[in-house]
């Protein structure tokens, strides 16, 4: 073993890739701190726990952040309407600078110079932590085993990984490894690498983890009123029960459960990653779907016209920066608090049918809603005058009619 | 009657009101020639002559301008993706530049001085009509009965168009009118008014003409492969039955019908018109909705990042043009000619599976695409040199860090 | 004199044109408050009081309103480098709103139905009077006699104006008119129309008036620094003599001096008005010009790289707001507060050096600024390692390769 | 000598850096073609050459450049009015692509698997050279020589170069170097680094080299009319002696020259860079100015508003493309294409005083343009319907009252 070089604090997800990657890092003379983050995967906290330990780690922390990411990550996200390339819904964009950033605080205090992390060397994933833990941490030093010759040279693959871990004493999984990678968190579940690399490859029935096939999902909808409060869901009651969730976590874990249930969020799509070559993804966002199409209806239906125009261009931005890793940047910082700024008056409750795949908005209601039923009717006039409309076409047509005549003059 | 004052091409729908309004403008001493355009409605064409000319028209043109309506007008569409406020597929807004174009184009041949309207004084499609005309003809003149008050304060609702046509030997509808108002063309049907002006209220079941209700539709997908060369769809393979189209109206046509059996395309939104109020309008846009999702997918597949973006705040600013009516102006024609010349090299083949309301993207392939497998792989490193990730972070992460410096000397 | 038909708030300039109006207006049936905002225009506001109250006005209300105009209107305008269509530094349109404001106050407060202004019906003056006034008072009625048939069929001319002016006892100017009309402010003047209204002609010398001939102007400079703070200046010091000045209004007057001693700030272009037309507009902007260099350079050097890009873009929409009226809007006290929000950081001192037409930056100092000498420094490596460049750059070539990957095999 | 690596070109200045790279090279192994480009700086070839091939370049490659500079790279960046951060006119980062898109052609004809620079590893050039070459020749490899430990270890400042070069017989300057670095070419000097360092100390007297100091500048003006054509000058006269300049070339140079004479052109900013850095420099861009300004003109009198304000926000991509060396890419190619196109009816003749620092618009005409005389004219209605206004203004401020009436209700 080599020397002692210092203390590191590695993301550890209880797999064979980190726990490989534990023990390597004793190996060249770290001391390693695992950290877990449950961000609402499934998994075994106390057994992940015990096998940090069982390799080696000097100390495990392992933190609920499932309310934070909720609260500080997705909402503003559903804020923003956030969607990258139309239509990706960021589910791993924004577990990222939530873990990452409690990552980076754990070696503040422990004094560690070092953190450690193990995603790939093509991924965003890379640039979502790191971006993050410089942000946060400007001095600390990152270990990425992945984009390190000693280390991927010598693990060219799983098998090599598999061997490393029979003859260090990793546990190795029994069960047969899906022919895919996958990422779980609270919002989303993304399905890349393997066999999905082809883009012409369907994907295989059986991949999806968090929703229903919407061939075999119930033929009758569940009706879910959502209320929104500065652009936020703080209600989620569903009309055939009348059961009704409040608490932003158990909100979302709700219309999870709703939406999975209808086989609802799931997307085909290629990327185009920050570091500029693209990529294919499968994604299931439960929740983050239905929140997505109820927040635009209120949104609209609440929102000044250009202030929209204006708030959405920011949107685009704020994804953008999003998908990047700059969460913690300055120019995220001031969308971020732009689009809130934007959200005051998005207020009202939002009714949607879930059925087979689809988010239906049936109707929407708002205390103060820009909507003004008697000005827009087809039968009353209201306060509106409609010779009005003239003058405003005709002014519209100026620059038409100017556009012609040189067009005009131009072909003569 | 009044005494002469000139022609008008009237563009005559068939219904009760432009029928009172082809007998009012002869009343006060307009010769009146009745337009209709086939755009795809449901429409018995012949019966329409007939009904115009007793009305004393003193001509009758019926265009078929469905095939120029998809190949001059949605296909433009489908290249941009466009949507207005995220949501609206313009169906109603492509279809006027198309109608209102022929309007005028008879207006000069026949030397009519005025064109007329049916359409309302609060509406968008006034000003979708009149721009067009006043773009293409300058000097026309533009009767719009809805905005005159000697017409609107004659006739302040239905019944006193049923009593006017009584009079004046109009056929006046024997089936009762439904409590809203519908517009239809081959790319949509959209519901407004009446009862759907209270945005609470959900629209009643049988309101849907194009599209089944997917509670009812097939419980077995439908899967299609669309192959489309400079952004716009030529051939459709259905791969159940091996059926394949190929000509744009047919093609258009076929995937109306897949959509509509599987009650794919239905939203029901609050927009912002033009005019500057709140509207909630019900669309149906079943082909529109699916050759949404392939384009978007085989553009991603082929279209580099950065003139995706690009491309992309352009059909922005192409969706906001057609939807408020600019379709003839400069910076349509200039933003037109942008899109089209991004869509190059968008060519190849996108599979979805149509089911219950939804598009599935399954897999997609292209002669020439920018995803390159090799190099995004997980498995093989290809001709990517994982190191330089480390640079490009670091690099990135520079301002981040100078931020960092400057929040912690402000803070102390 | 026709029946009494309420009372009506105009803006009353003390010129030919508004006197003409004023009277006509009463003649018309209306009682009629004179209005004028002292807003740094070239005015004996004493005198004018007395005119208005020779003709007729039943009250007279003059406000000095700079200080305001200047920390309301010109500071929102340099925090945001608000110029349109690249070239104008908005002097008019940021006025208008202010005066109108005020405008509908004195309505509200008199109780008057009307206000009245003299606004041609071409520009676009009349329209940021009157969406100022819809905006704070939608109940308002307004009367723009240059709209109205009745009063522009009279006055076809200034020859009938003069007219009207000796029969109603108005006082005529003696001098003769200039060729052109000229607007004043604190912040600039314009000057349009007449012989000006050809764009090939060249503004006459003599034209200007608030700033000295360039070829006249002294040929040392002076050098000012210019002390911000949340980007707004707060502190002038003349670096020749130096004197200092420090409130809002004291400094701007100083600036307007010593610009104007130089011939700072002349533009002549062709701009597009709201209203869909080109115009020609000649302008002078004193103080505005040095402010708009010095915010520029004190802003570049304390904000990030991506806020900038993003405020620049908000910017944009400011300027178009502010001159098409919008100032009360939803969407430019969105944009306004976006931007404000920006400048919590811009701090610190510009020193420009003012000589013959130009503004000359010299150089900048801040408290805080994320500029980082030693990590710039090509002498010093500082906190940087030159390697990381290269992975920089190989990563943003990625996109590039595939690129030429693709044209290649495109080619074949 | 280590043994035989392989041939490099290398864009060889004739300065020290790039002498001592040339012999360090040799040193490491490689054979060196030195190349230079000539791009309008002032220097001696011939005697350049000769010191290459003494220091034992294997081949030299001198070519003249500046035609194609000039239609290639300046036109297409006047087209778009570019403009980095509202301030640079981007003369060296026009240069960069066109100098290093003949070093990889170099390369590839004799069969070079090498290409070298001299630029550092903090600057901006590194990555326009470098994307350049790797867009262009994607197998390129690439030594920056600044970037290597090896070497700028070895290399810590000037003294190191110095003795280094008397070791091997390169010619070292004679007359002290300025306590800055400059960079030249046709366009523009870059003056950065040393002593501007401190962004808060002034540039001294006698820093610029192609501008005269206003101060000792002439005080009367030149006025020269620019004609344009396609958004690109085709002809310039001076009006004071009639003489007249056509072909590309000639007419910058000339420009150049009457600019260089005035002062025109001198800017001190900081920018931010592409690596994230702030940094401060100093440019003049004499002839770049002036038609900078010309074409701004130009360009309103005949370009439609909306079309314009599209363009615009096309150009401010282009502008941070090229900044950050991103001139071949696809995405410059596609914005490329957009501005050339929008440029078609750009044409006309403009008339500017040039003057102590300053241009000045005097006037404008061209054979098409959207400017209606008769349409804004004060004094003659035209084609244009006053109360057309009225209409146009109520239907803008229907939103402004909706919003009014929503605050209003909130407030209650």
């Known amino acids: ?11 550890y997800s209880g797999g064979l890739d980190t726990s490989c990657i534990l023990v390597w890092l004793k190996e060249q003379g770290y001391d390693v701190i695992a950290y877990m983050a449950n961000i609402g995967q499934d998994e075994d906290f106390g057994e992940a726990r015990k096998k940090a330990l069982a390799l080696g780690a000097k100390k495990v922390f392992i933190e609920d952040m499932r309310k934070e990411f909720v609260e500080g ?11 990258y390339e139309d239509r990706y819904l960021l589910g791993t ?30 991924g965003n994933d890379q640039i979502r932590f790191e971006l993050t833990c410089y942000a946060l941490h400007p001095k600390i030093k990152i270990i990425a085993p992945w984009r390190m010759p000693e280390f991927y040279n010598r693990f060219r693959g799983r098998s090599d990984l598999m061997e490393y871990a029979k003859k260090h004493g ?25 066999i999905l690399e082809n883009p012409k490859n369907h994907a295989p029935s059986g991949l999806y983890v968090k929703t229903k096939d919407p061939t075999e999902s119930p033929n009758t909808p ?25 608490s932003s976590l158990e909100l979302f874990l709700y219309l999870n459960e709703i939406a999975g249930k209808h086989g609802v969020g799931r997307i085909d799509i290629v990327e185009n990653r920050y570091i500029g070559m693209k990529s294919r993804g499968i994604y299931e966002t439960p929740a983050g779907t239905i929140l997505y199409h109820a927040h635009l209806d ?14 959405h261009s920011l949107a685009l931005r704020f994804s953008e920066q999003v ?14 608090s732009c689009i809130e700024n934007s959200q005051k008056m998005v207020q009202g409750k939002v009714r949607v049918s879930v059925l087979k795949g689809q988010v239906y908005v049936l109707g929407r209601e708002a205390p103060h809603s820009l909507y003004n039923e008697e000005l827009v009717s087809m039968d009353v006039q209201g306060d509106y005058e409609p010779s009005d409309a003239s003058g405003f076409i005709r002014i519209n047509s100026l620059r038409l009619k100017e556009y012609h005549r040189l067009q005009s003059k131009v072909k003569e």
């Open 1 to 11: 073993m080599s020397q002692q070089k210092g203390t590191v604090v590695l993301a």
């Open 73 to 83: 990550f997705i909402w503003p996200a559903v804020q923003a309407n956030a969607i």
């Open 93 to 122: 964009s924004l577990a990222r600078p939530c873990i990452a950033r409690h990552q980076v605080e754990i070696a503040k205090k422990e004094g560690a110079e070092y953190v450690s992390h193990g995603a790939t060397g093509k």
């Open 170 to 194: 990793i546990p190795v999984p029994t069960t047969p490894k899906n022919p895919w990678s996958m990422d779980e968190n609270l919002m989303h579940i993304s399905y890349e690498g393997g």
């Open 222 to 246: 569940d009706v879910l009123e959502i209320e929104f409060k500065k652009g936020v869901p703080i209600q989620v009651t569903n009309l055939k029960d009348g059961s009704s969730h409040h």
């Open 298 to 311: 209120i949104e609209a239906f609440t929102m000044d016209r250009e202030v929209r125009k204006i708030k």
């Open 323 to 336: 998908y990047n890793g700059f969460w913690y940047s300055p120019e995220c910082e001031f969308v971020r």
